[in-house]
């Protein structure tokens, strides 16, 4: 295998997706994690009958999220003990199945389920969505590539409004067990006072329940309107922010993320960016953006213009998933990109935004590429 073989292998993994045999599946959702929709389903076909997992890990520690594609050639199964991965022809790699929290089987002092105010992403971090709710999806306006209303109506797998004591009880369980080092929340559109109060006291509580002075991992907030809003977010005491912009072209922005683009343009974006990283510090604010919808030359143009702010990216690999408007298109090859996601981590690199990993890592989400493209280039 070349230096870039399992990015690869996870860039394939990706686009065409993947399935197991029932036998490779048998402990998923009791020794391992199975996937729990906290948000979005990223898997190509729904399937609500069967428990998936959420992620694996391939023999360097690459992390995959598993989407679902019955039509795909890759397969996991079991053999002599071992899961094998391999492309309908030949055995690829071993794979290992993550293993299930112990508080996904366990309930907070109000009787909640756990597994259903917070989930596991990757190895190690917590993710919190405080409201599964979005807005725009009552005016048609949702972005294109998103699922969120379908994923809850098809699943209805997590509580869609979460107590705060609840999230707090849940992110002490889940760093008592070892294995979580940071924390993802965020949530659906809100008043930008009420989100700010409520991060707030999400972020207090998850301090008082965990001992932290200051919480590893990220706040996704909807972007504040001036310097005194993220002054408030830092007072939190979360060491990081990150703002969701999706797609950097400004006119691609306003076609594929209708609603949102109404709210938030590109510019304010940016200011947001801007502002935070005089705040939090460079290498501790993140733009996250859908990868594999725009043209590549706008990416890596974002790419640029963000990590030469100071800022940390994290691209996910666009799934054309069920319930989105873009259900049964196609994402580029994975050659496309391999050769993006390369040039994006060159321009990381060399811009030399501090890597954060503190906050989120490698280890953090299957469905990010530049942070294994940066792994491999020493910065992790
Ligand atoms: S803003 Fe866009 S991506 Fe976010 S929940 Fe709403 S429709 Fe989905």
């Known amino acids: 295998m070349n230096k870039y073989g399992y990015l690869e292998l996870k860039a394939e993994l990706l686009i065409n997706g993947i399935n197991a045999t029932p036998k490779a599946l048998k402990e998923v959702g009791t020794k391992y994690k199975e996937q729990n929709h906290g948000l979005f389903g990223w898997d190509f076909e729904d399937h609500t009958n069967i428990a998936l997992p959420d992620d694996f890990a391939l023999p360097d520690g690459t992390i995959v999220q598993f ?22 022809k030949k055995e690829l790699c071993q794979i290992r ?41 009552s005016t048609n306006e949702q972005c294109l590539f998103c699922n969120l209303v379908s994923t809850s109506n098809t699943y209805d797998s997590v509580l869609k409004k979460k107590d705060t004591d609840d999230i707090g009880e849940v992110a002490k369980a889940a ?17 930008h006072q009420k989100e700010i109060e409520l991060v707030s006291n999400i ?36 060491k990081a922010i990150g703002f969701s912009m999706e797609i950097w072209s400004e006119k691609l922005y306003q076609a594929i993320c209708p609603g949102k683009s109404k709210n938030v343009s590109h510019d304010a974006f ?77 321009i990381v690199k060399e811009a030399k935004v501090p890597c954060g990993t503190e906050n989120h890592c ?19």
Request: glycine share 12%; charged share 25%; hydrophobic share 30%.
């Open 97 to 137: 199945w993550l293993d299930r929290p112990k508080y996904y089987s366990q309930e907070t002092s109000s009787g909640n389920r756990m597994v259903k105010i917070g989930q596991v992403g990757g190895e190690d971090c917590q993710f919190f969505c405080y409201q599964n709710y979005c807005s725009h999806f």
């Open 270 to 346: 940016v200011k947001s960016i801007q502002n935070a990283i005089k705040v939090f510090g460079e290498g501790n604010v993140y733009g996250v953006l859908v990868m594999g919808i725009e043209p590549k030359e706008n990416f890596v143009e974002g790419v640029k213009t963000l990590a030469g702010m100071g800022a940390n990216i994290v691209p996910f690999v666009w799934s054309p998933n069920p319930g989105s408007k873009l259900e049964g298109h196609r994402a580029p090859t994975s050659k496309w990109y391999i050769d993006t996601i390369k040039e994006a981590a060159d």
């Open 175 to 191: 760093f008592g067990e070892g294995n979580v080092k940071h924390i993802l929340l965020t949530g659906g559109c809100f008043n």
């Open 362 to 380: 490698y280890r953090c989400d299957g469905n990010s590429l530049l942070h294994d493209a940066l792994r491999l280039k020493g910065i992790e």
């Open 203 to 238: 972020v207090k509580t998850i301090r008082e329940h965990t001992g932290f002075d200051r919480v590893p991992g990220t706040i996704l907030p909807s972007p504040p309107k001036n310097l005194e809003e993220i002054q408030k977010y830092y007072e939190s005491g979360i």
């Open 67 to 88: 989407r679902r594609s019955s039509r795909s050639n890759y397969l996991v199964d079991q053999k002599d003990g071992k899961l094998i991965l391999n492309d309908g």
